[in-house]
């Protein structure tokens, strides 16, 4: 190719960069924690232990990834231009990290201050994301679907925040224990995480996988629709919970695995002769999203199933590790390349061309890490059901399969670095 | 400017990313002054408008009942 054209690389590489390097060190440091407490983390969902590795997971990794990918992603897909992208990236990157680590330390410490800081943290630091991404957001037309479900995954992550931070300022014993932990978990998990997922499924699934479009009808309806359901359960957990919550709470979950199981049709009808470590990445996550659906909606049937000590454990395993971060490490091996492709290509100012894509991260990396994952899923979940044997071996696997990865993305920045160097250097040279 | 009359046709309906935008800044370095190009595409190209803007491009926009986005571009006129 030869590329005359400059292009206008907005936000800049750094903005998502941050966020997506910074998203391994927190499942590592869950892998290290299961490593170093062993099998006491695993009596129960309530243990210290436990809701530091769920929150290093959710309010670490997870929210990582997801804030730095809709930095970069809402002027590509929605053409809403967030102001200021950098200074909103370092504000948002540097109170959302300590954030999530002292909320973690207050939950192994019981430590009423680091509550509190956690809290504050975490809320301005999402805050501050929520104001620069809605302005941006309702600055735009909505012309698509995608747009339209950007703006409504928004209020999901907005009231889930607001949620932990009561719960927070509970632990922290300043203010009254509200009955609250469902709904920040169904708001955090589904209001923000299931919609945002699927509303940029609507884009990445066909762009990446060769599929055909998800069906229209789904596209314009299936957020505003969760979103319903999960609302009219709010409101019946809040108000009466007991059995009408409980039925209530199938619809949502139904929805969860329509999405799961409408995704993983498309993947059938592929255009690609071989599946890439991303399309396994995909499916693995949808498989998991459909047994937690039924795991959930077998307990709602049979409470017995539900009371047994390893449910919740087995559950949230499939959610968390099996579901968001196998999606988001499937995406992360298609944005990184992208996005430093993208950079070279602009900086040799149409004169150098960039190095393909494929060589920013290699396959052969890609799937050894996809394998790693994968091991540390089935440990984690075989360690549900016998913490005493396998708590420690699926620590030490979450600790690889993380570690692997932030090896992966920091080789791609030094690959960067590397051809950054040489590309300035030839254009110094042809300029001379 | 139509987009009924294009000179070069580029279908990138069913190219994974970067392809597209690879293929259409090939194209366009080829374009002649008074040609125009017609870049067919699954999807709304933001990040293609501005590249368009920084180089000296027009261009119009037509999003069609099957989902194709097709976007026409010339040489803007001095």
Known sequence: ?432 | MSLGDPDVLLDARELEPPEPLVRTLEALERLGAHEKLLVLLPREPYPLYRTLELNGFSWQTECRSDGTVAVLIGHREP
């Not at chain 1, 440091?29 to 769920?54: E, H, K, M, N, Y």
């Not at chain 1, 929520?130 to 679907?145: D, E, I, M, R």
């Not at chain 1, 359960?233 to 409408?262: H, I, R």
């Not at chain 1, 570690?403 to 030094?414: I, K, N, P």
């Open chain 1, 1 to 432: 190719m030869r590329a005359l054209l400059s292009f206008d690389q907005a936000p800049p590489l750094a903005a998502p960069l941050r966020f997506f390097l910074t998203a391994p060190l927190f499942s590592a440091l869950a892998g290290l924690l299961l490593l170093l407490a062993g099998p006491q983390v695993l009596v129960s969902r309530w243990t210290p232990g436990a809701l530091a590795l769920t929150h290093l997971i959710t309010a670490g990794f997870m929210l990582q990834v997801m804030l730095g990918a809709l930095i970069q992603i809402l002027p590509v897909v929605a053409g809403a231009n967030l102001k200021h992208p950098l200074l909103v990236a370092s504000l948002v990157h540097g109170t959302i990290t300590p954030g999530a680590l002292l909320l973690c330390a207050a939950f192994l410490l019981s430590d009423r201050l680091t509550f509190e800081v956690a809290a504050l943290l975490l809320a301005a630091g999402v805050g501050v994301f929520l104001l620069a991404a809605g302005c941006a957001l309702y600055a735009v037309p909505t012309t698509s679907p995608t747009s339209r479900g950007l703006r409504l995954a928004l209020p999901g992550l907005a009231i889930s925040v607001a949620l932990g931070v009561l719960l927070a300022g509970a632990r922290a014993g300043s203010l009254p224990l509200p009955q609250a932990t469902p709904l920040h978990v169904a708001w955090g998990l589904i209001g923000w995480g299931v919609v945002l997922l699927a509303v940029v499924a609507l884009v990445v699934v066909p762009m990446f996988q060769m599929t055909p479009p998800y069906p229209e009808s789904f596209a314009r309806f299936f957020p505003l629709a969760l979103l319903g359901m999960l609302a009219v359960w709010s409101l019946a957990e809040s108000l009466s919970g007991g059995a009408l919550a409980t039925a209530l709470s199938a619809f949502p979950v139904g929805g969860v695995a329509v999405f799961a199981a409408l995704t993983l049709d498309l993947q059938q009808r592929s255009q690609r002769a071989r599946m890439d470590a991303t399309q396994h990445y995909w499916r693995w996550a949808m498989i998991c999203a459909l047994a937690a659906s039924a795991l959930v909606l077998a307990a709602n049937v049979v409470p017995t199933i539900g009371e047994r000590r390893e449910w919740p454990l087995i559950c949230g395993t499939l959610v968390l590790f099996g579901g968001f971060v196998a999606v988001m490490t499937g995406m992360l091996y298609k944005i990184v390349p992208f996005l430093i492709w993208l950079n070279l290509q602009n900086l040799g100012q149409g004169r150098i061309l960039a190095p393909t894509m494929n060589r920013v991260i290699t396959a052969k990396s890609v799937n050894q890490q996809t394998i790693a994952h994968f091991a540390a899923l089935a440990l984690l979940l075989a360690a549900s059901v016998s913490p005493e044997w396998l708590a420690r071996p699926a620590g030490l696997a979450v600790l690889v399969a993380s570690g692997w990865l932030m090896l992966t993305l920091l080789r791609a920045t030094g690959f960067h670095r590397q051809h950054v160097r040489r590309i300035q250097a030839l254009v110094a040279n042809s300029a001379a």
